[in-house]
Structures are given as structure tokens and as C-alpha cells.
């Protein structure tokens, strides 16, 4: 038995779980008609509505005080302090600090850090600006009108999204293009469509040497080599985001063009960074600004709200409910906002990297469930398709539904009615259809009895399926960046209660050094006797498959 299941905290959440799940939420709700106003919270522009889950008020004290045992508050502030919580990198863990706005420092091995973060965002507002007026040229003489950014992992999806996210704010200055995929297809695709002439490439690798982004910016400088640029004007036409200056230097790009990244910031939590130099190209400086300040106000909100009230705090704790005490193997997420449709993404990055661990802190094996699959797709897609799981599945899969109350550029039909099938979905998983419902249903419809009681049994939904709903009044700038923070310290938290280091990724690097090997060995440069059976095979046929012919 761990540390954490001897707790006996722990102990008191599996006797309550036992209970809990002989019960109905349906049920629940009728004898209680306050529990949703008792079991909702609003903060930073976002409201959260989490009266459709399996818990009673003993359960959330329960839930609260396992918190407080583990030491999320103070973990919580170690983390805001610069602390090395990354103890198998050695490394602090400051993200805030790029969001932060209070005029306090943030110290890290003895140095303020801030007035870097405040050059970095400056120099982000300039280098916007003079892409935005035209005062950045190419080399021959055109404004840029297409940014072509270059990334992979957090380095893509964060900006990606973030800017899929926000398109009704996209500045018409320029078009910004994101390629992570190593796939050849891919940057032939986008660079096919660009004239070199007013076309920018931002790299984005804190190392300089990411495979698939430096074999996708190089495909990038053959093309505009090609075009008739020279080495020369690659600097008017490349900047990388980058702590390896040198290499950046040694590929053609003007130092002043470079951005500086930081070993406490992890990739998956890198968009308030310069990695979200294409957020700001796409949409200007200031919607930028504002995804940090929502972020910022989030921060604020997580370190001093009371456990009980605070909301990532809260929707940690139900995942670990769910996780721990429900054998939730995964969790889903449902943007009902067609712009949002590419967070279940992020979040599943930032979530499954940073809590899909299997030893704690001392190295010791965990004997209980940690981090869940995390998947989604945007409403009300997923109706008609893998919601039938969600609805009459075995399993217990808790949902995350979010809606903004408000949206641009759509009739109020098309809002009401994706509103509907948002809070429809939410009453119908909590509250089912019984056996004897879906019987008196079929009551004169020419059946039997016996083919009544059937067809019953395939249409009968148990209900006691947990969510919760997730209100903005509107995707601005500043809401999307507290709704993404909120996740991050979700995360942290789970991370904290299941004694997790959050912020390392080694099967990530593992992955990255054997794809390395593997491509010396189909470049003809490693030995066979380097691979399993299985991988020489493979690397034989696609070797025989791309010979000469």
C-alpha cells in the first residue's frame, strides 16, 4: 500500500464511493432542489456547473481535505516561487511568470526573471507591429503577408489552436499557416500555395535540432532558395524562436530576429512565451496581451481561492474521484463552439504528457490508476457518433461541455439550437431512461409482450453519467486564456495529489531518440544488429520500397 492509499482520507473516499454508487443523481436532484445552485462557481469570467456529477456534499469534503493532506497548497506556492518542483530535470517551473502582471518579482536561482519576460513581450509587440505596418520587408522589396510557423508538440498546437481558437480577432494583415507533421506533404502543401517574395518562416525549437521542425524549416530554405532567394536575404524571410542562437545564427537568421526561450518552461505550457510569437502575428499584440492577462487572472484566482472554492482545484478533484474511485479510464471534452474544436487536443497533450506517469517522486511504483485518456470532439459533431458509448457504455467516462453564452457571425437559431443539444446531452447522461419509460413507449405499436420487454432493454439509458458545464459569456482573448490556465493547474493538481512529477516527459524523448537511430539505420548509417527483429524487417522493406530503381 502507497503513501496516498494509506491515507486515511483515502480510506474514507472508498467507503463513500461504495455508497455513492448505489445511487442515482436523478434522485438526487429531486430531493434536493438547491443542489445545482449549491454546486456551481463563477471566476474569471468562466462558470462552472458541477451539480451533474456523482458526489455529495460528504464526497467534495472528503475530496477538499485529501487536497489539503497531499499539500496542494503548498506545492501550489513552490511552483509560484520559482522552486525546482521538476526534480528530475532539476528545473523550476515558471509559465506563470510569463503571464505574470502583479509587478512582483519571480525569482529563479537567485535573479529576477522578469524584466527578460517584459524585454521578450516587447520585443514580440515590435517585431508584430512591423510586420503588421509593412515596415518588415523581404528582400525584394514586399510586405509580408504569410507566416508560415514551424513547430512540433506544444511549439504547434498551443499557437495553432489558440489562433483557430480566437479567428474572429485575426488581424488582416497577414495569413499565418502552421506545419508540424514531418510528412513531406504537408510543408509542400502550405509552401506551394506562398510566393517566397512575402512569405516569413517562424522556427520554433528551443534546441534548434527537433527533427521534424529543423527537416521542415530546411525544407523550407530549399524552397526559397529555389524561388531565387539567396543566403543573404534569409534573414528578412526566417526568424526562430530558439535558445541556440548559434545554430539559428549558422542557418542564416539575424540574431535581433531570434526569441529567446527558457528551460522553465515546458513545451506543453510554452504558448505564453515566444512560442506564441504566431498567435500575435495572426491576431495583433494586444489579443496576444489579453490571452496573458486571462491567464494571469486565472493564476490569481487558483492561489487565493479557498480550496472549496476554486475551480481548477475542484474539477481536479472530481477527475480524481472519477479516476481513482470509479475506474474512469478516460475523460472526455465537448467545446460546443465550432472555434474551439481543437482544445481537446491541447488539453489531451497537456494532460497526458505531463500526468501519464507511472512511478511517484521517489521512484516508487504507483498502485493506482493516474492520468486519463483525454479525447473530444466539438458538439454537436460527437451526437451522432461516439456519444452512443458515452450514453450506454459500460464504462464511466466523465464530460467536460463548454458553450459560450454569446458568438459571433450566427443567427439565433443556429445558437439556440447548438445550446440546446449542449444542455440536452448534460440532462440526458445525468438522467437516463428507465426500462418501464422506454416499455410504456412502445405500448401500441402492434408488439408483444415479450418483443416489448427487448426492444426496452437496447433502448433503456442508465443516466448517472457525470459532466460538467462549462459557460462564457464570449471567446475573448482574455476568457480562452483562463480557460486554458484553468486546465494547467488542473493538471498540477491532479499531478500533486498522485505525487507526480508534472513536468518531465521522458517517454516523449525516448520516442525522439530511437526515431533518430531508426532513421540512421533506413540512411544505411547504424548497424542491424542495433534493432529488434521486428524493426529490421520494417526498415528492409521501406529500404527495398525507395531503392533506385
Known amino acids: 500500500m502507497s503513501a496516498l492509499t494509506s491515507l486515511p482520507q483515502w480510506q474514507t473516499l472508498k467507503d463513500l464511493a461504495e ?126 503577408k504569410h507566416i508560415v510557423a514551424i513547430g512540433i508538440g506544444g511549439s504547434f498546437l498551443g499557437p495553432k489552436i489558440m489562433t483557430e481558437a480566437l479567428l474572429p480577432c485575426k488581424s488582416a494583415a497577414v495569413d499565418v499557416h502552421f506545419v508540424a507533421n514531418v510528412d513531406g506533404c504537408h510543408i509542400h502543401d502550405v509552401l506551394s500555395k506562398r510566393d517566397h517574395e512575402d512569405t516569413l518562416i517562424v522556427m520554433s525549437s528551443k534546441s534548434f535540432t527537433t527533427q521534424e521542425t529543423l527537416q521542415n524549416t530546411i525544407s523550407a530554405k530549399e524552397w526559397f532558395l529555389s524561388q531565387g532567394g539567396t543566403q543573404e536575404d534569409i534573414a528578412k524571410h526566417f526568424v526562430a524562436v530558439s535558445s541556440n542562437v548559434k545554430a539559428a545564427t549558422e542557418f542564416g537568421i539575424d540574431e535581433s530576429n531570434i526569441f529567446p526561450m527558457w528551460d522553465w518552461v515546458g513545451g506543453r505550457y510554452s504558448l505564453w512565451s515566444a512560442i506564441g510569437l504566431p498567435i500575435s502575428l495572426a491576431l495583433g499584440f494586444e489579443n496576444f496581451k489579453g490571452l496573458l492577462e486571462g491567464a494571469h487572472d486565472m493564476d490569481k484566482h487558483f492561489c487565493e481561492a479557498p480550496l472549496e472554492e476554486n475551480l481548477p482545484v475542484i474539477l481536479a478533484m472530481l477527475g480524481v474521484w472519477y479516476r481513482n474511485f470509479f475506474d474512469a479510464q478516460s475523460h472526455v471534452m465537448l467545446p460546443y463552439y465550432h472555434y474551439l474544436r481543437g482544445l481537446p487536443a491541447y488539453v489531451q497533450q497537456l494532460d497526458m504528457e505531463s500526468n501519464g506517469k507511472e512511478v511517484t517522486h521517489d521512484g516508487s511504483a504507483v498502485d493506482y490508476p493516474t492520468g486519463p485518456i483525454i479525447w473530444g470532439s466539438e458538439g454537436t459533431n460527437g451526437q451522432h457518433s461516439f456519444h452512443q458509448l458515452i450514453h450506454q457504455g459500460s464504462g464511466v467516462i466523465p464530460a467536460d461541455f463548454m458553450l459560450p453564452l454569446n ?143
Open 19 to 144: 455508497g455513492v454508487k448505489s445511487e442515482h443523481m436523478r434522485d438526487w436532484f429531486v430531493a434536493d432542489p438547491s443542489r445545482a445552485t449549491q454546486m456551481q462557481l463563477e471566476a474569471c469570467g468562466l462558470f462552472l456547473d458541477y451539480s451533474k456529477n456523482r458526489v455529495t456534499q460528504d464526497v467534495l469534503s472528503a475530496l477538499f481535505d485529501l487536497a489539503k493532506s497531499c499539500g496542494v497548497e503548498k506545492h501550489r506556492v513552490a511552483m509560484f516561487s520559482g522552486d525546482i518542483i521538476n526534480d528530475t530535470e532539476k528545473r523550476a517551473v515558471l509559465h506563470t511568470a510569463l503571464r505574470n502582471f502583479s509587478g512582483s518579482q519571480v525569482v529563479v536561482d537567485g535573479e529576477d526573471v522578469m524584466p527578460e519576460v517584459q524585454a521578450t513581450l516587447g520585443k514580440i509587440k515590435a517585431f508584430t507591429e512591423s510586420i503588421h505596418s509593412g515596415e518588415h520587408k523581404g528582400y525584394t522589396g514586399k510586405a509580408i
Open 407 to 549: 458568438v459571433p457571425n450566427q443567427n439565433d437559431t443556429h445558437h439556440a439550437m447548438l445550446a440546446s443539444n449542449c444542455f440536452g446531452q448534460t440532462q440526458a447522461l445525468m438522467q437516463g431512461k428507465s426500462f418501464e419509460d422506454c416499455y410504456a413507449d412502445l405500448e401500441g405499436k402492434g408488439l408483444d409482450d415479450a418483443e416489448r420487454k427487448r426492444l426496452a432493454a437496447h433502448k433503456t439509458m442508465p443516466g448517472n453519467k457525470p459532466s460538467n458545464t462549462i459557460l462564457f459569456d464570449s471567446l475573448t482573448p482574455r476568457t480562452l486564456g483562463a480557460l486554458v490556465a484553468m486546465y494547467e493547474h488542473k493538471v498540477f493538481v491532479q499531478g500533486v495529489i498522485w505525487d507526480l512529477n508534472s513536468f518531465d516527459q521522458w517517454g516523449v524523448e525516448l520516442g525522439k531518440a530511437l526515431g533518430n537511430q531508426v532513421l540512421a539505420g533506413i540512411n544505411g548509417d547504424a548497424e542491424k544488429s542495433s534493432f529488434d527483429a521486428s524493426t529490421q524487417d520494417l526498415i528492409a522493406r521501406f529500404r527495398a520500397a525507395n531503392a533506385p530503381k
